[in-house]
């Protein structure tokens, strides 16, 4: 079974590039997930097709009609329902959402799929919100011209964690934030590079050493550049060798690399 995934956007176009890309288009590919989309202006009801109007009260810019937005949404229930699917969440993409981390992407995933709604414009119309949306989600504290880049990294991140996106190389569990540790420093030929060494325990096969040393390099990144998630590794429990290794770490001031 599939993750069916609807989106409501005036520009579906730009969802294009998740399934002409990457490891998201392997996975639209491999039907792991599987995208649609509905355009408001296909559900308005004038002769220009009209899917936005000047807000009540004044004030610049337009807001998008409930009308079409409510008809695009019902559409897309109706296409989930007929897949089977009868616990969906209608999202809206918003900066006033809750603000999106590994812990929602990881919740969100566990659903059989999901509508996302795009705003443009200031927004939509209230009613919609109060209407037809489960969730609103913000992908950060910044504002950008409409939902779809928004729509665009939910759906990258979520679809990464199905069952079957990544190659047998790769692991969703193992990326950073799934632990709250920053991923180590990673290198590739050539073994020196305008003068600077690739770190020589990379090159001595000793695994359970470079195992320790990534360890280390990791805890002691985070603790550089990200400590607000190292206090969160520390709540979900840190042990006696990672004490160490940081430890080490700060002590020998080994800021780069070893
Ligand atoms: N917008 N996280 C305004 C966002 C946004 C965000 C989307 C701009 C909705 C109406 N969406 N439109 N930040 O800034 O999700």
Not at 6 to 33: C, H, Q, W
Not at 157 to 182: C, K, M, T, W, Y
Request: hydrophobic share 35%; charged share 25%.
């Amino acid at each position: 079974m599939s993750f069916e995934i609807d989106v409501i956007t005036l520009f579906p176009d730009m969802l294009d590039a998740i399934t002409k890309y990457g490891i998201t288009s392997r996975a639209s590919k491999n039907e792991i997930f599987r995208l649609h989309t509905w355009n408001p202006r296909h559900f308005a009801k004038d002769n220009y097709r009209t899917v936005d109007d000047s807000p009540y009260g004044g004030g610049p810019g337009m807001v998008m009609l409930a009308q079409p937005l409510d008809e695009a949404i019902t559409h897309a229930r109706t296409r989930q329902l007929a897949e089977g699917i009868n616990e969906t969440k209608v999202i809206y993409l918003s900066p006033q959402g809750e603000l999106l981390n590994h812990e929602k992407i990881l919740q969100l995933s566990k659903l059989r799929g999901m509508i996302l709604l795009c705003g443009r414009y200031e927004g939509i119309d209230e009613r919609i919100i109060m209407r037809q949306v489960d969730e609103e989600i913000s992908i950060g504290n910044y504002v950008i011209s409409g939902g779809e880049l928004a729509a665009m990294v939910l759906i990258d991140s979520i679809v990464r964690q199905l069952p079957g996106a990544l190659g047998s190389a790769d692991s969703a569990s193992e990326d950073s934030f799934a632990n709250n540790l920053l991923e180590y420093p990673q290198y590739t030929r050539p073994e020196i590079y305008r003068g600077d060494a690739v770190p020589p325990i990379l090159l001595s096969g000793d695994h359970a050493k470079i195992n320790r040393w990534r360890l280390q390099q990791s805890l002691g990144k985070t603790w550089l550049k990200r400590p607000d998630l190292l206090d969160l590794k520390y709540k979900q429990g840190i042990s006696k060798e990672e004490e160490k290794l940081l430890e080490e770490f700060k002590q020998t001031k080994n800021f780069r690399i070893n």
